[in-house]
């Protein structure tokens, strides 16, 4: 079956424009999940969600990022005014549960990311 | 808060010879702990998982990794490589009642023939 898709794959902008990154989970995943990851590091978590609600938006490095999942399925990941220090792959996850007792079913399958580069 | 630290950035290693990738956690609470693999220009692929139960657990490809609680540790290891082991490998944790994963900053496995 499909996997996890982001589009696009690739994305350049100027310094201040804004951008939207989309996220296709895995059909019938109800938890998402936005990671970061800069060059030479880990994936740093940004934002989680529970159906259509961001149970844990902890990670977002400040207010110029936002993100939604309208409907539970698709999610968009929103920058604006960017800044070359949001360069980065930007990396989306999904799992079939959020439900704490059942942990086999929430492990995450991530996508291939999306490769922002800010002029 | 809860911390990965990868304690290698790269490892070359010769094919058919034993590798271990090292990962120590820091964590007040109980958490799962997870290694994946990224292979060149590919997303992130489960390799393992530790929830509970035995400390020896088994993954695909061949690797495995072992829980030591004591040592804070959950080190990957394969008996022998092959080139197409070829990649960079994540080690993370995440809460046992939460979502989230905490990741180390990788460590790269060159296989060389």
């Known amino acids: 079956g499909a996997g996890v898709s982001q589009t696009p794959s690739n994305k350049v902008t100027e310094k201040g424009k804004y951008v939207e990154l989309r996220c296709d989970p895995i059909?019938?995943?109800?938890?998402l999940y936005w990671y970061r990851q800069s060059l030479g590091q880990g994936p740093e978590f940004l934002i989680y969600?529970?159906?259509?609600?961001?149970?844990?938006d902890s990670g977002l490095p400040n207010d110029r990022f936002f993100a939604v999942r309208p409907e539970g399925s698709v999610s968009t990941l929103k920058i604006q005014r960017t800044e070359r220090g949001d360069s980065a792959v930007y990396l989306c996850?999904?799992?079939?549960?959020?439900?704490?007792?059942?942990?086999?079913?929430?492990?995450?399958?991530f996508g291939p990311g999306t490769r922002l580069t800010v002029l | 808060a809860q911390s990965v630290t990868q304690l290698d950035s790269q490892v070359p290693v010769f094919e058919e010879a034993p590798v271990e990738l090292r990962c120590n956690y820091s964590s007040s609470v109980s958490v799962y702990l997870f290694w994946y693999v990224q292979y060149p220009n590919q997303g992130l692929q489960l390799l393992l998982k530790y929830l509970s139960g035995s400390t020896l657990v088994k993954g695909i490809n061949g690797f495995e990794a072992e829980f030591n609680k004591s040592q804070t540790s959950f080190h990957l290891r394969k008996p022998s490589v092959h080139i197409s082991d070829t990649a960079e490998y994540f080690c993370?944790?995440?809460?046992?009642?939460?979502?989230?994963?905490?990741f180390g900053a990788g460590t790269i496995l060159r296989v060389k023939s």
């Open positions: 996850a999904s799992s079939l549960t959020w439900e704490i007792s059942n942990t086999p079913r929430r492990e995450q399958f």
């Open positions: 969600f529970q159906g259509t609600g961001a149970a844990d």
């Open positions: 059909s019938g995943h109800t938890a």
């Open positions: 993370a944790v995440s809460l046992e009642y939460g979502n989230k994963l905490v």
